[in-house]
Every structure is written in structure tokens, then in C-alpha cells.
DNA sequence: TGAGGAATAT
DNA sequence: CATATTCCTC
């Protein structure tokens, strides 16, 4: 019996952000360049119970206060719902918040976290066995949906870094939202990017198309961008929860091509919320979700 | 090797 | 169209 040395123990990265947010290290020498260190320590994470539904929406609808919501209960709900949609397999541990991985990246040795798992010290007999390897490995993962919130995250990411610095890897690391993969990153950056230089070259030029709809559309892009400026430090307080990252949105396996119009049934969104206290006018919405509709509309400041 | 990035593919 | 995958270069 002895097995599993390290508990708990998984990707370096993310263990080290983490390790991070949870040591009760003030030193800001001021030269902390990592701005991850900047993470809001417990004591000021985000009400995680604060109630999503406003008190007079949920007395009119008879809603009872929200019970008691410990950031645990969030991420495990938002695992639930996650391991669900794609195979519902995975017995989510209730012991500690930290980002799970639902499939490896690539290619990485899964964690055992070694509980009532079989230790299958290789089954011979296993030729024409049910492949219960689908662990990660042999499975396709279905399509990561940017939804306006990750794209958020992405841009803040991106835009921290600098233009030069934002590559796959490093966005992938400091977005530290799980599921995400390198190629996913790459994927959108070179979509941002182009993006970006398009609208830069009609930077007040141009009528603006009103079919912006587009993902990018909702989330400003830094001036930085599109102008060419070295490093303004543009200040954003990143409310990187850590325990609650924002579960990233797959939409159909496969098939399923959306017909020009009409959205498409699906429509999950994720349960983030709090990012970016909204101190700083930089993206401007804090919109829970996006799935059917939400940015062909301006943000009408409440009613006038 | 592994990563970044453009080019393709689905 | 939005992502994924491939291909090439460093």
C-alpha cells in the first residue's frame, strides 16, 4: 500500500499560481512581474455567495437566499456540470478546489489521485477489453466555444503581457483556465491577431460595420494594440479567482453547423462572474454569460 | 524537442 | 464562420 507519493501533486504551473494566491506573501517589492502574484489573497476573493439574482428579483420570485456558497461548492458545481456534459465519469473530489483536469493536455501522465481506482498493474488479458482509456488520451475533444467571458480573460491576459510576450503558451498559463490547451490559444491569438491588425488599419477609419458582432467585437481591444505604443502600464485589477476559474465552453462533438441564422439550441454558459471588479473601463460588461444573445446589443446603462 | 505562427482542414 | 489540425521554421 503505499502508493501515490505526492498527494496532490499535478502540473507544476498551476500549483505554483496557486501556491502563490495561498502564501500570505506581501512582498511587493514592486517588482513583482508576475502580476499573477497579484491575485487576491482569501481574504479578498469575491463574495462567492453573493447572490447572482438580485433580492427583489428573487422575493418576487420567492427565490430563498442562496445557502451558504463556499467557493468550493462553485468550482464542484461547475465540475459537476462540466464532467457531465462530457461523459460524466469523473467522480469529482470534494477535498480541495484546484484545477481539476478533465482530459490531459497533451499527453501527460493522468494523476492518480489513487482512491477506490483498481491499481491495474497491466491487465494482459486486456486485448479486446473495453478501452477504458478514454481518460484523455483517443478522445477528441469536443469545440472550445470563446464565449465573451473567456475572450476576457484571454484579451486581459494578452493585453498584460504585451503584444510580443502574449504567446500560446504563456496566455494558456496565466489564463489558467482548465481544459485549455496551447492549440486552442494559438488558435484564437491568430485569430486576434488578425483581428487586431485588421482594426488597426481602420483604426477611426471606416464606417464600423454594425455586423460586428463578432466575439471580438464585445471585448474592446487595448489601444496599445491597435496603436503602437511600448508598454503603458495599463492597470487591471484581474479577479482571478483561484478555485473558480471559468470552465471553458465546448459546444457539439462533431457535426452541427449552425444554419446562418436562428441560434443553435445549446447554451451553457459558465458561472463566473466576478472578473474585473469594474473599477477599470476596460472591458465594461460583467455579463455572466453569453451563449444565445447578448453583445448584438449596446450596454444600455440602465434605463434612463 | 518543443513552441510559434501561417496555412489548411473540418 | 469558428476552431482544429497540419506544416514549416526556429
New binding site residues.
Given amino acids: 500500500m503505499g502508493e501515490v507519493g505526492e498527494g496532490s501533486d499535478f502540473d507544476g504551473e498551476f500549483a505554483m499560481i496557486m501556491a502563490n494566491q495561498s502564501e500570505q506573501d506581501d512582498d511587493q517589492s514592486g517588482r513583482v512581474t508576475d502580476w499573477v502574484m497579484d491575485l487576491p489573497t482569501a481574504s479578498e476573493l469575491p463574495p462567492l455567495n453573493l447572490s447572482l439574482v438580485p433580492q427583489e428579483l428573487a422575493s418576487a420570485f420567492q427565490i430563498p437566499p442562496e445557502p451558504g456558497r463556499s467557493a468550493m461548492d462553485v468550482t464542484r458545481a461547475s465540475n459537476n456540470t462540466f464532467s457531465s456534459l462530457r461523459r460524466n465519469s469523473l467522480p469529482i473530489s470534494n477535498s480541495n478546489f484546484k484545477p481539476f483536469s478533465p482530459f490531459n493536455p497533451s499527453g501527460h501522465a493522468p494523476n492518480h489521485t489513487a482512491s477506490a481506482m483498481v491499481d491495474d498493474a497491466d491487465s494482459t488479458g486486456g486485448a479486446d477489453d473495453l478501452d477504458q482509456d478514454q481518460s484523455a488520451r483517443t478522445v477528441?475533444?469536443p469545440?472550445?466555444?470563446?464565449t465573451p467571458q473567456l475572450h476576457k480573460r484571454f484579451v486581459d491576459v494578452v493585453s498584460h503581457l504585451g503584444l510580443k510576450n502574449a504567446?500560446?503558451?504563456?496566455i494558456m498559463q496565466l489564463m489558467n483556465v482548465e481544459g485549455l490547451t496551447?492549440?486552442?490559444v494559438?488558435?484564437?491569438?491568430?485569430?486576434y491577431?488578425l483581428y487586431v491588425k485588421r482594426m488597426a488599419g481602420l483604426s477611426s477609419e471606416g464606417p464600423a460595420s454594425p455586423s460586428d458582432n463578432?466575439?471580438f467585437a464585445s471585448t474592446p481591444v487595448p489601444q496599445s494594440f491597435t496603436r503602437e505604443s511600448p508598454q503603458l502600464p495599463v492597470p487591471m485589477s484581474y479577479a482571478g479567482v483561484p478555485g473558480m476559474y471559468p470552465v471553458p465552453v465546448f459546444g457539439m462533438g462533431q457535426n452541427h453547423q449552425l444554419n446562418g441564422h436562428g441560434h443553435m439550441g445549446m447554451g451553457m454558459g459558465m458561472g463566473m462572474m466576478p472578473i474585473t471588479g469594474g473599477s477599470h473601463g476596460s472591458g465594461a460588461y460583467s455579463n455572466g454569460f453569453g451563449p444565445g444573445a447578448s453583445y448584438p446589443h449596446h450596454v444600455n446603462h440602465g434605463d434612463k
Fill in positions: 477528441k475533444r469545440r472550445l466555444v470563446w504567446v500560446p503558451k504563456t496551447r492549440e486552442n494559438a488558435s484564437h491569438l491568430q485569430k491577431r463578432s466575439l
